[in-house]
């Protein structure tokens, strides 16, 4: 008899060990059921998901899957976060954002868990000079200000630092950002003729007198914001915070004073564990470059919930999209996260959309102890190898930028737009086929919602880079349906036959409604075709109905009216059938040309 040690969980310690061959095995014998012939290596492969960037996601990773040492939290190269304690001491840094200058609002959210204010002012904000009124009340030398001005940002600096003076908060006590970003305002708007001079003087001013303050701010948002991919807004941010390394040192900063006056923002998306491996991955780069430029050290990161996975139907559920980013962000080690509120697509938010933005740190912090651990995700087989992958990917899309002649040249030229735009195409096709669901807009929308109103936000600064939004393609076509119901009263319909009993037709009837409503044409599915009010139809039913009864149903309903007959099912060849929706066709094309027969412009 073999005495086992007792390490108290040795139930299962008589059984042998699977290996990672038996496991293949048993994965090619389901995929062998639904007709794929795999084995080995193929059989794994067969269940990876191709992510952008050329990265793939597989199935099961192990400590096979080697990835470099991440060091340790606060050493060198900072995979697993800037600082030696990360965010235990408190959590993360609450910063809310603030378009409108609106006092109330400010002073709701310090005094509920926000920590640091980011105020966007100038174009795209609230007017420099009601700074002072919007702070009214604000204990400037507890809460941080972080600044979004653009061009206007030495005016509403020197305003700030006047309001530090005034009100008698010493330099050595001021905490933000000046915010200054030329290259993140040339993509916003296009223009290139943002002197640096002045911005070279911030920094200057800060590193000399103000050591809570920094001056600059590497934004990456509007790459992310124009549909570029992480590898690419890693690249970006590492181009331009290079460039702002070059421009501050050659006006006689040190590199050590220069590096000390960045911060990076990231977007943080739904995709948690591509967040988490994008902010890791990021303090990784940096490291490099700071290596590389003599002056070693970590990366400041302010994270954002994305604008672009915000949806504009069914705004609601942008609460659990922002939940699933912060979450990410704070197992990713960002030191400050901004959850914008879940009517941020729809224009200013009320109270109501502020209350949950930043209550949603707070339950991670408090609640969930998210901040407990500084790197929850360390160690993770999956995520150290997607941080490795990531980190690479990343630093070739820097050394391309750098071929073109740096970041400013690479904007100047169009090349960083046409590469953005290249990805965001590829990522629409995805949308468009449903393989990238948009939960309330191209999966299980509500035709009868009520719409979400809010008074229109100050415009952001355009002319450079666009901004995109998961939804558009989408909410352009329920925008069309929107139009006709106000001039009509009614919205397009389309009849759904359903042919057989319930446990034939079911599932495809739900695949079609879904498909439909997606464009805002309404599913009728109760009476007669001719009852209906539609002028197309679909079939709704198993292949095995469809071979007895669709030729027949077909024939019948273009009898009784129906100009169009789709079929829910792969292609076939169904006499009478003018088209087919199936899983993974192109909805957004397929509801476009319904609209366009239907007359709904």
């Known amino acids: 008899m073999t005495v086992l040690p007792d390490d108290g969980l040795s139930l299962a310690a008589e059984f042998p060990d699977a290996t990672h061959e038996q496991w293949q095995r048993l994965v ?5 059921k639904s007709g ?47 600082r030696a304690e990360g965010n235990t001491l408190g959590g993360w840094d609450v910063r809310q954002r603030h378009t409108a200058a609106d006092n109330g609002a400010v002073l709701a959210d310090l005094e509920n868990g926000v920590a640091s204010l980011w105020l ?44 530090y003076e005034e009100r008698g908060v010493a330099r050595d006590v001021a905490r933000g950002n000046l915010g ?7 993509a916003r708007t296009g223009d290139d003729g943002f002197d640096f001079a002045p911005v070279a003087a911030l920094a200057r001013l800060c590193a000399e007198e103000y050591p809570g303050l920094r001056a600059l701010t590497v934004d990456a948002l509007p790459y992310h914001e124009a549909g570029g991919s992480a590898a690419q807004e890693l690249g970006a941010s590492l181009a331009t915070g290079v460039a702002y390394l070059r421009e501050l040192t050659g006006a006689g900063l040190s590199v050590e004073q220069a590096a000390a006056q960045l911060e990076f923002r990231y977007a943080a998306t739904a995709d948690q564990f591509l967040t988490i491996a994008k902010l890791r991955a990021a303090r990784r780069l940096w490291a490099r470059v700071a290596e590389v430029c003599g002056a070693p050290g970590g990366q400041v990161q302010h994270a954002v919930t994305s604008p672009v996975m915000m949806s504009r139907r069914d705004p609601w559920v942008n609460m659990l999209r922002a939940t699933v980013a912060t979450l990410a962000a704070g197992v990713g080690g960002a030191e400050s996260v901004t959850v914008l509120p879940f009517d941020h697509a729809l224009g200013l938010p009320d109270a109501f959309a502020r209350r949950i933005a930043r209550n949603t740190s707070t339950i991670l912090v408090e609640e969930s102890h998210l901040a407990r651990v500084i790197d929850p995700a360390g160690g993770s087989w999956y995520v150290e190898r997607l941080t490795d992958e990531l980190a690479h990917a990343g630093w070739e899309f820097f050394q391309r930028i750098e071929r073109e002649g740096g970041q400013a040249a690479a904007l100047r030229s169009g090349w960083v737009g046409e590469e953005l735009a290249a990805t965001w195409a590829a990522r629409s096709a995805k949308l468009a086929k449903r393989r990238e669901p948009v939960t309330g807009v191209s999966e299980f929308p509500h035709l009868a919602e009520r719409l979400v109103a809010r008074e229109p936000a100050p415009e952001p600064p355009s002319g450079g880079l666009p901004r995109v939004r998961r939804d558009e393609a989408y909410e352009n076509l329920r ?15 389309i009849f759904l036959a359903a042919l057989g009993p319930a446990a034939a037709h079911t599932a495809r009837l739900t695949f079609a409604s879904n498909l ?12 007669t075709f001719e009852d ?29 009216g129906a100009a169009q007959v789709f079929l829910a099912g792969r292609p076939g060849q169904y006499s009478g059938v003018d088209a087919y929706v199936f899983a993974g066709c192109d909805a957004v094309a397929v509801l476009s040309a319904t609209l366009d027969r239907m007359g709904v412009s």
């Open 532 to 560: 209906s009010g539609a002028t197309e139809a679909c079939l709704c039913s198993s292949d095995a109905l469809y071979e007895e009864r669709a030729a027949e149903v077909t024939a019948s309903l273009k009898s009784a």
């Open 36 to 82: 794929k012939e795999v084995s080995d290596d193929a059989a794994e492969d067969a269940l990876s998901t191709t992510l952008e960037d050329g990265l793939r996601a597989r199935p099961l990773y192990s400590a096979l899957d080697s990835a470099p040492d991440p060091g340790l939290p606060g050493f060198a190269p900072f995979t697993r976060g800037g």
């Open 180 to 186: 200054a970003d030329p290259l993140g305002h040339e």
């Open 479 to 493: 925008a069309r349906s929107d139009a006709h119901l106000a001039a009509t009263g009614t919205r397009p319909r």
């Open 28 to 32: 090619a014998g389901v995929l062998r």
């Open 120 to 163: 966007s002012v100038g174009a795209g904000g609230f007017p420099v000079s009601s700074l002072g009124p919007v702070l009214d009340g604000v204990y400037l030398d507890l809460a941080p200000v972080v600044l979004e001005a653009g061009r206007e940002v030495e005016f509403a600096a020197r305003e700030l630092l006047r309001l």
């Open 516 to 527: 439909f409503q997606a464009g805002g044409i309404e599913p009728v599915t109760d009476g």
